[in-house]
């Protein structure tokens, strides 16, 4: 025979054990068992951290019933109030446990962090030719936001804080990566990549001297090809000494 104390309820049962012998003679032993009632977990109140990397969570748990003084986990050792403070993230097992050992425990509880803000968007991050004003970039954040600069995808160089940096100006590309921190939760950095191109290699042969009857004619002498020569007298790269007039004028070519 079996018996199934959690089909019921709390009370004190009797069971008889009776034996009859061959020659019909009997005995019996009455025993009996006490099944004792279960604690009750009445609330479970969570607070999740404040800030990323803090350990300030807690956990209370409000329990009544059972037998005699009632003792709380949340997944380690017990304690006599069902008050845990200092938690950092992760999942605990609110627990409560009375003096004969019959215990009982709620949903886990998860004390989480404030989720990390998106990324910053970032303005001014361009393309230029060396020795052109560099703009300073600037990050378009959320309020109450700082804006940490990295120069790498991992977030672990910083480079400096605050809305705006200004990007290096030789020749090259730069990356740089902007991130905002919210409650002290970081987001993903965003990747602004500032290129400086080189400036070409520019010659100019020297203009031999023209009178001022001399036909209209082509400017060359410029390298790379492909160019615009200005100047006075200058139009469509051709040069008119009828227009420009006497003396020292200048051809400009610039590719």
Request: aromatic share 8%.
């Amino acid at each position: 025979n079996s018996f199934n104390p959690s089909a019921s309820s709390a009370g004190n049962y009797a069971f008889n054990y009776k034996f009859t012998a061959q020659n019909s003679c009997s005995d019996s032993v009455t025993q009996s068992v006490a099944v004792l009632a279960l604690p009750s977990i009445t609330n479970v109140v969570k607070n999740n951290i404040s800030a990323c990397g803090n350990t300030d969570g807690s956990i209370t748990i409000t329990a009544s019933g059972g037998n005699g003084p009632l003792s709380y986990s949340i997944g380690s050792a017990f304690q006599s109030t069902g008050v845990f403070t200092s938690l950092g993230t992760g999942s605990y097992t609110p627990t409560v446990k009375d003096s004969a050992g019959c215990q009982v425990s709620d949903i886990i509880q998860t004390v989480a962090a404030p989720s990390a803000p998106p990324a910053p968007m970032v303005n001014n991050v361009d393309t230029y030719c060396f020795g052109a004003t560099v703009l300073a970039m600037s990050a378009v954040k959320q309020t109450g936001a700082t804006v940490n600069w990295y120069s790498d995808v991992n977030l672990s160089t910083l480079l400096a804080t605050g809305d705006n940096y200004t990007p290096a100006t030789t020749v090259g590309v730069h990356n740089y990566y902007a991130a905002q921190t919210v409650a002290g939760c970081e987001s993903p950095g965003t990747l602004a990549a500032i290129k400086i191109n080189p400036l070409p290699t520019v010659t100019f042969s020297s203009l031999t001297p023209v009178c001022t009857n001399t036909p209209t004619f082509n400017v060359t002498g410029g390298a790379p090809n492909g160019g615009v020569y200005t100047g006075t007298g200058v139009s469509s790269g051709a040069f008119n000494s009828g227009i420009s007039g006497s003396g020292n004028h200048v051809v400009t070519y610039t590719f």
